[in-house]
Structure formats: C-alpha cells, structure tokens
C-alpha cells in the first residue's frame, strides 16, 4: 500500500470510528443491564483508537528521521559543491537575466577582476568587458541561453587597478528548475601560475606613485592658471596630458551651449569627433555635480555624430568623468580601453582641477585684461550664461 493510500484508509477509519462512538451515545439509555456491555464496548474502542495512534505514530517517527536524512545529504551536497565553485582554481561566474548580472563569482574569478565581493554582486558582467568585445559576447549569452550548450569566446577583460586582460571565456547555460536560464563563465587560461607573481605586492607602491602624480598634477595646474596668458584651450591641455586620452570643455552663454575645446591623443585628432556639445555637460551643469562613469555601458553618453554611430565607439571609450565649471559650463574627460579606469580619488581630483579652473574664468571676467574681450580663447575673456 502507498504512503497516499495509507492516508485515505486512515481517514476512513477514523470516519468510521466517529460513526461507531455516535451509535454508543445513541445507545445509552441508562439501563444498568445495557450498560456493561455499552462500558465494555467503549473500551474496546478506546483500544482500537490506541492501536491505531500507535501505528501512525511510528509512520511519522520514521518519515520524520527520513527527511531530516534526506535534507541533511542534500544540505552536505550544497555545501560540497558550494566549496568546489569557490575554491576551484579556474575563475567562474554564474549569471542570470537578460542584462548578464553576476550571481556568484568564486574567489578566482573576483582576484582576475580585481574586485571584492561586494562591487561583484549585481554588476552586469559586459562592464567588465572591453568596449570593443561587448556586442561579440552579448550575442555569445544570447545564444548560449536560448540553445543551451557550451560556447567559447575570445574576449578583453578591463580590470580596477591592473591591466587589461585577453582571456578565452566558455560560456554554459545552466538550467534550473523554474528559474530564468543562468550562464556559467569560466575562463580556463590560468590568471597566474607557478613562477607567475601576482600584481598584489605592487598595489601599495603603484598607489603612491598615483598620489604623487596627482599632487604634481595639482600644483602645475595652479601655476598655469597664475599665468596672465592662460587660455581655455591651454588648461585644457594641461589636464589632457595627465588625465586622460579626450577632452572637451562645453561653455554657456545667455541659455547657448559651444564647444569651446575639444582635444585628442594627437593635435588637432578630436576636432571630428568632439567637435559638438552633448547632453552630458549639460546634465551635469544643471545638477552641480560630478558624474563618474568607471565602466562605460551606455553608448550614446557622449552623444552621436551625424551619421547617427555612438561617439563613444569612435573614441573607444571605457571611463567618463564629467565635472561642473561652476556657472560656466562643464568639463569632460575621457580615457580609452588602452588605459585603466577613473578611480573616485581621480574624479575627486578632476573636481577640484575645474573648480580651480572655474574661479580663474570667473576671476578674469571680474578684471579682464586690456584687450581681453577680443580674445576668445582666453579664460579672461569666458563669459558664462
């Protein structure tokens, strides 16, 4: 008999237990004859009742110490493969949703990146990926989760604080019960073998490199800015050389935006594609505030030349960082897949360089110098809206 069976022969028993104890109420009629028999009759059921009680007592006892079997095997299992994805030596991560957000990624995959836990957990995975690799591994997950199998890519990782790295990516769906696909991603290459040093050890000298260059940066744009000769286009310059790869300052005048500079890797490289404003400047104009785009995923940012192509791909663009030129306008810096990603302490920095930047505009149109006003790529002569 099955365990279901069981519970519907049970049931009817008690059904019928119910039906025998209303006929021994029926029957009570006080007559001490009847009664014996009544009395004798009722203990035999109170003893078919105890039987019975006992029977599914023990059913239980045993299902109960089953299950707890059961889920304690499968609690060690969980745990078992919890252990391998984590400590196995070959990065993976398993994502989920139609942006590719990461699930899991093992303690491998977050020292390839060079990310913690935290920063990992619900990042879509192509924003680790190299601008130029992205529509190439969208497609891959695409197919990947509606055909199932396992697929192998070629692919460009973009890291915080180390180098880019080429890595070969497979790419497995997984199915699980009523759930979304989800996508393993292993990178089968070892990220460092034996006789291979990890760039851990380096970290704290690379970050006082950085801190120094920083203050250096700091203190030659000062003194540029005490120049009385200072134009835009020179501090500009200043910050392109060492801050980023692009660099465009957007001015307002009277509710009328320009593109009063606009520089490149090489003279004269960003007057195509930089030589027209874009929504950035003038979102962060209006809030005030600086915008940090670490890993760029939004294409359009930066806006669209005329054939209609995102700017950002012609740039090869990866970081943005846009900061307010006080009531003036705005400034935007832009660094390439070929370099690392802006830090929060650069786009701190990049702040207070355009506030230094935005109070000399302002000063020289408080003492503009003789002739200044004919003068338009002056800072003096930069009057703001």
């Known amino acids: 008999m099955t365990e279901w069976s069981g519970a519907e022969g049970f049931e009817e028993r008690l059904l019928s237990f119910h039906r025998r104890l209303d006929d021994l109420r029926g029957s009570w009629t006080g007559d001490p004859a009847a009664s014996a028999q009544l009395a004798e009759a009722a203990l035999l059921e109170l003893d078919l009742a105890a039987e019975e009680l006992t029977v599914r007592h023990e059913e239980m006892r045993r299902r109960t110490d089953r299950l707890a079997a059961d889920k304690s095997a499968t609690d060690h299992e969980k745990q078992l493969f919890r252990a391998a994805f984590m400590d196995a030596a070959t990065p993976a991560l398993v994502i989920g949703g139609e942006d590719a957000v990461i699930k899991r990624a093992n303690t491998a995959a977050l020292r390839l990146l060079g990310i913690s836990p935290s920063y990992a957990s619900g990042r879509p995975f192509p924003v680790?990926?190299?601008?130029?690799?992205?529509?190439?591994?969208?497609?891959?997950?695409?197919?990947?989760?509606?055909?199932?199998?396992?697929?192998?890519?070629?692919?460009?990782?973009?890291?915080?604080?180390?180098?880019?790295?080429?890595?070969?990516?497979?790419?497995?769906?997984?199915?699980?019960?009523?759930?979304?696909?989800?996508?393993?991603?292993?990178?089968?290459?070892?990220?460092?073998?034996?006789?291979?040093?990890r760039p851990g050890p380096q970290e704290t000298a690379q970050d006082?490199?950085?801190?120094?260059?920083?203050?250096?940066?700091?203190?030659?744009?000062?003194?540029?800015?005490?120049?009385?000769?200072?134009?835009?286009?020179?501090?500009?310059r200043a910050l392109l050389d060492g801050f980023s790869d692009w660099l465009a300052i957007d001015l307002v005048t009277g509710g009328t935006w320009r593109r009063e500079v606009s520089l490149g890797p090489v003279p004269e490289s960003a007057e195509g594609p930089l030589r027209r404003t874009g929504e950035l400047a003038r979102q962060v104009h209006a809030a005030g505030r600086t915008r940090v785009v670490a890993h760029l995923e939004d294409l359009g940012l930066l806006g669209y030349d005329e054939a209609g192509a995102p700017l950002a791909v012609a740039l090869k663009a990866r970081s943005v960082v846009c900061a307010p030129l006080g009531a003036s306008g705005a400034l935007t810096a832009v660094r390439t897949t070929a370099r690392a990603p802006f830090t929060l302490a650069e786009a701190a920095l990049l702040e207070e360089l355009c506030e230094l930047l935005a109070a000399r505009m302002a000063l020289g149109r408080a003492h503009p110098p003789d002739g200044g006003a004919g003068n338009p790529g002056g800072v003096a002569a930069t009057r703001p809206g």
């Open 208 to 236: 006082t490199r950085e801190r120094v260059g920083r203050e250096d940066l700091v203190l030659s744009f000062a003194r540029l800015l005490l120049d009385p000769g200072v134009t835009t286009r020179s501090a500009g």
């Open 128 to 197: 680790f990926v190299d601008l130029a690799f992205r529509a190439p591994l969208r497609s891959m997950l695409a197919a990947v989760a509606r055909r199932g199998g396992t697929r192998v890519t070629r692919s460009r990782l973009v890291r915080r604080r180390l180098p880019p790295a080429d890595v070969t990516l497979l790419l497995t769906r997984l199915d699980l019960p009523a759930s979304t696909p989800h996508i393993l991603i292993g990178v089968p290459e070892p990220y460092a073998g034996p006789g291979q040093v």
